[in-house]
Every structure is written in structure tokens, then in C-alpha cells.
């Protein structure tokens, strides 16, 4: 499965953003379905991920509260809303599905189907 995240742009701190996640070649209601981001200078990071039915979202603690996963296996998408932005958030944001199926751990490793990414930027 190939997929592309979009949405991604410039944006004051306590703003909003929604990005999206497209599959093609492939459905995804089969996987598990995160979202890592990797800020300049530092490692790919967690942030959220959602079982294939939808249910059980996970998220790092930095951004509970904030973010929302959600998926429309109908449309093939995910996407993660994402609300109250703080400059700590700005980094390339990545949708990726489990090599496990229906389960997911939070390594980077253990997610594939990287694609190229999009850039939120949130400024003070």
C-alpha cells in the first residue's frame, strides 16, 4: 500500500490544522494506521495510531487532548486533527501502517509504507 499525507502548512501557535492520509494500491482497513513526525535535528516520533475498525486510538502524552485520529475505511483515508498547535509540534508529519496487521507498537520500525511526508510548521 502507497500512501500520501497532505494538509500540512504554516500556522500560528493555538491554531488548527487537519491532515490527511491517502491510500492507493491497496485497502487499508486491514492495518492499524499511525502518524510520526520527525522535527529538524531529532528522531522520527510516535504521535498517534488507530486500530482498523477504528476503535482503541493511541497517543503520545504530548499531544492528548489535542489530536485526533480518525479513519473512513470507505474512503481509504485517515486523518489526524489536530488542534491547540504549539511550535513544539512543527516537524514532517508522516501517516504510516503496522507490519502487524491489526496491532501496532510505537517504534518507528515496526510501521512501514513511508511516504514522502508533509511539513506543519507552527509558529510563536
Known amino acids: 500500500v502507497q500512501l500520501q499525507a497532505s494538509g500540512g502548512g504554516l500556522v500560528q501557535a493555538g491554531g488548527s490544522l487537519r491532515l490527511s492520509c491517502a491510500a492507493s494500491?491497496?485497502?487499508?482497513?486491514?492495518?492499524?494506521v499511525g502518524w510520526f513526525r520527525q522535527a529538524p535535528g531529532k528522531e522520527r516520533e510516535f504521535v498517534a495510531a488507530?486500530?482498523?475498525?477504528?476503535?482503541?486510538?493511541d497517543y503520545t502524552d504530548s499531544v492528548k487532548g489535542r489530536f485526533t485520529i480518525s479513519r473512513d475505511n470507505a474512503k481509504n483515508t485517515v486523518t489526524l486533527q489536530m488542534n491547540s498547535l504549539k511550535p513544539e509540534d512543527t516537524a514532517v508529519y508522516y501517516c504510516?501502517?503496522?507490519?502487524?496487521?491489526?496491532?501496532?507498537?510505537?517504534?518507528?520500525?515496526?510501521?512501514?509504507?513511508w511516504g514522502q511526508g508533509t511539513l506543519v510548521t507552527v509558529s510563536s
Open positions: 488507530i486500530s482498523w475498525g477504528g476503535g482503541r486510538p
Open positions: 494500491g491497496r485497502t487499508l482497513s486491514t492495518y492499524a
Open positions: 504510516v501502517t503496522s507490519k502487524y496487521g491489526s496491532s501496532w507498537s510505537r517504534r518507528a520500525a515496526d510501521f512501514g509504507s
